[in-house]
């Protein structure tokens, strides 16, 4: 099977430098954050710009939106996390993760990921450990738990899994740490990759685990665990074709298709069934984030995705046949 995918249309008005993230919300806006220390919201019609925030004086480099597209999270460079209001554009909570206080050991965030049950946020970085804090407006970036996953190399990534129930973790140096949020405990680890892992995305059931490394590939988990607490099969598959670093990876939502962007200029559509590529999309630069469009693909059509990247553009494609 092969599928072609087009360029749909680029935002209107591009970012002066890089674009670290983007997202594509269940309100069908899309939403990018930049080394230029802005995010935006755009109509994913039209390109434009709906809303934004001034920019920050540093990059930032982590977001995360809530089930509804009500709710941007995102982190800047030296990690002051902020909680964005979509409706009403206004910032619903900041909390400086690298200042002294309260006698806990600082961990400036790196990445951080909304809870989809809403109440919290979880956050990772130099420490290699996740911590979850408080995503409420009076208590914003309190400490609840400190989720160690015992080795202290620097955490890449981290995403909750669409039921909630648990949160992975990418390091620098290969390993992807599964926790149980229930328990707070770590579940499962793999050493998948050889080199840092630098995204993450969950299949919309909760069960596959999709990551992106600096190894060039991307490798399906199994992340299931049996009623006895005993871990799934694991990594069921290598996903191999990018000749360079690959930085983002996302599954739609119908768990069929994986889309991937990486250093070497260029997205690949993989077919999870199958486990094979069945486009590849050349792009003017690296590509660093992509994002699925987050509703069943019309008939006879494979969706649509979003993507960003050095060059600042946020870019929109689509499937052949898609309107």
């Known amino acids: 099977m092969s599928l072609a995918f087009l360029h749909a249309h680029d935002g209107a008005e591009p970012h002066s430098d890089a674009v670290w993230a983007v997202s594509w919300t269940t309100a069908d806006t899309v939403l990018s954050v930049s080394a230029d220390g802005s995010i935006k919201q755009w109509d994913s019609i039209s390109g434009q710009v709906s809303r934004a925030r001034p920019p920050h004086t540093l990059g930032l480099v982590s977001l995360s939106v809530d089930p509804t597209g009500k709710l941007a999270l995102y982190n800047t460079l030296e990690g002051l996390t902020c909680l964005w209001d979509l409706e009403d554009g206004e910032v619903k909570g900041s909390f400086e993760s690298y200042a002294r206080g309260g006698g806990e050991s600082t961990e400036p965030s790196w990445s951080v990921s909304l809870n989809p049950k809403g109440g919290t946020y979880a956050s990772t970085g130099g420490s290699g450990n996740v911590i979850i804090h408080s995503a409420e407006p009076g208590s914003f970036g309190e400490r609840r738990a400190t989720l160690t996953s015992g080795r202290s190399k620097f955490g890449m990534f981290c995403k909750h899994s669409p039921d909630g129930a648990r ?15 229930a328990s707070n405990s770590l579940q499962t680890t793999y050493s998948s990759h050889a080199m ?16 992106a490394s600096e190894d060039k590939r991307l490798i399906l988990h199994d992340v299931r665990v049996s009623p006895s607490g005993k871990p799934g099969s694991g990594a069921v598959a290598t996903l191999s074709g990018h000749s360079s670093w690959v930085l983002s990876t996302d599954i739609s939502l119908d768990g069929r298709l994986a889309v991937s962007g990486s250093a070497d200029k260029t997205m690949k559509v993989w077919d999870i069934g199958a486990r094979a590529a069945v486009s590849t999309v050349q792009d003017n630069g690296e590509v660093w984030s992509v994002s699925w469009r987050p509703k069943p693909p019309a008939h006879g059509t494979a969706g649509a995705f979003v993507s960003g990247g050095e060059e600042g553009a946020v870019r929109w494609w689509r499937s052949a046949g898609a309107g």
């Open 196 to 211: 840092a892992v630098r995204s993450l995305a969950w299949s919309e059931d909760s069960n596959l685990l999709l990551s």
């Open 167 to 181: 949160v992975a973790m990418s390091s620098e140096a290969g390993q992807i740490y599964i926790f149980d949020l």
